[in-house]
């Protein structure tokens, strides 16, 4: 359990570090449903080990940081259903955006 843990942590920083260097080179846009998932799965990850070895002021920060993630999700997600109601948009927001 110890070695899925720490790899769980792993996981989250390098999702976390992948999205900033998209963002940071322009590869992706910040407010985009990649860099959300990316980040928001980065989050949780970093959460989840943080609570396992009791680092609650990371485990609290990244429950932050994927709650905010979520709200960003699900803002675009209704924005995507709006522009399909208009019929001025695709049925989901791009992956690259």
């Known amino acids: 359990m110890d070695l899925l843990l720490e790899a769980i942590g792993w996981l989250g920083a390098a999702l976390l570090l992948t999205g900033y260097a ?3 080179s322009a590869r992706v846009h910040g ?9 928001l799965g980065g ?14 002021p990371s485990a609290g920060l990244n429950l ?4 905010i993630g ?3 999700l ?12 208009d019929g001025t948009g695709d049925s989901a ?5």
Do not use: F, T
């Open 64 to 67: 932050v940081w994927a709650s």
């Open 43 to 56: 989050a949780v990850g970093l959460m989840v080990n943080s609570a396992y070895n009791d680092a609650w």
């Open 74 to 85: 699900v803002k675009l997600m209704r924005l995507a259903r709006s522009a399909r109601a």
């Open 93 to 97: 927001p791009a992956l690259n955006e």
């Open 22 to 24: 998209l963002v940071s």
């Open 31 to 39: 407010d985009g449903l990649l860099y959300q998932l990316i980040n």
């Open 70 to 72: 979520v709200v960003a």
